[in-house]
């Protein structure tokens, strides 16, 4: 089993900044690629970007891409997203997931993830 806590959303403006924080227990973190997720109420859950298990590969989907970094940190059983020039379209809850890979493995579905967070609630309004 993986245990994965969510941290660091809140309320920001537009063109403001977050860093989001994943902290994982139980199995070895270096073994589980992971990846953030977000779904906006009434919509379903998507992908946001992902990374390799030792952080050596990512990738994000378009709508953040140049504003949004993903970090993995295996000494410390903890991954980051850090949301630059957001925007109220990205509000939304954030998920963490993570899952058993190969070493330059990236995953970006949903059903490719065993391990969820709880979430964090991220809301961009004025």
């Known amino acids: 089993q993986v245990q994965l806590v969510e941290s660091g959303g809140g309320l920001v403006q537009p063109g403001g900044s977050l860093r989001l924080s994943c902290t994982a227990s139980g199995r070895t973190f270096s073994n589980y690629a992971m990846g953030w997720f977000r779904q906006a109420p009434g919509k379903e859950r998507e992908f946001v970007c992902a990374i390799s298990r030792g952080g050596t590969r990512t990738v994000c989907a378009d709508s953040v891409k140049g504003r949004f970094t993903i970090s993995k940190v295996n000494a410390k059983n903890t991954m980051d997203l850090a949301m630059n020039s957001l925007q109220p379209e990205d509000t939304a809850a954030y998920y963490c997931?993570?899952?058993?890979?190969?070493?330059?493995?990236?995953?970006?579905?949903?059903?490719?993830?065993?391990?969820w967070g709880q979430g964090t609630q991220v809301t961009v309004s004025s």
């Open positions: 997931a993570a899952h058993l890979s190969s070493p330059l493995q990236t995953r970006t579905r949903t059903n490719e993830y065993g391990y």
